[in-house]
C-alpha cells in the first residue's frame, strides 16, 4: 500500500525564487533589489495583522493584491500563504487569465 502525502502546490509560475525562506514571497529573475526591499516589508506587514491588501472580487477569484509601485503589484491567490512579486503587465495578464 502506497501512502498519499499532501503536498501543497505552489500557485505561481515555475521560474520563482523563494526571497526569503519561510516569509512566503516569490519573485522572479532580475527583480531589482529596491522592489524585493519593499515587497518584504510589506509582506510582513501583512503577517503581522495590517489591512495593506485589496481583496480583488473580479470574477469571484478572491485574490489579495499589496501595490508596490506604479510598475509592480503583489498577488496572492491563496488568502495571503504566498505572494508572487510580478510586473504590472504581468500582473493585468494574470488577471484577465482567471
Not at 516569490?26 to 524585493?36: A, F, H, I, T
Not at 472580487?57 to 512579486?85: F, P
Request: one cysteine or more; glycine letters at 8%.
Amino acid at each position: 500500500m502506497r501512502e498519499h502525502k499532501m503536498v501543497q502546490k505552489m500557485p505561481m509560475s515555475g521560474r520563482l525564487r523563494e526571497l526569503i525562506p519561510g516569509l512566503g514571497l516569490y519573485v522572479p529573475p532580475r527583480v531589482p533589489v529596491l522592489y524585493c526591499q519593499k515587497a518584504c516589508h510589506q509582506v510582513r506587514r501583512f503577517r503581522r495583522g495590517e489591512r495593506n491588501y485589496i481583496r480583488l472580487k473580479e470574477k469571484g477569484t478572491g485574490y489579495l493584491k499589496i501595490n508596490i509601485s506604479l510598475s509592480w503589484r503583489l498577488l496572492s491567490r491563496d488568502a495571503g500563504q504566498h505572494w508572487e512579486l510580478m510586473h504590472h503587465e504581468r500582473y493585468n495578464n494574470e488577471i484577465r487569465k482567471t
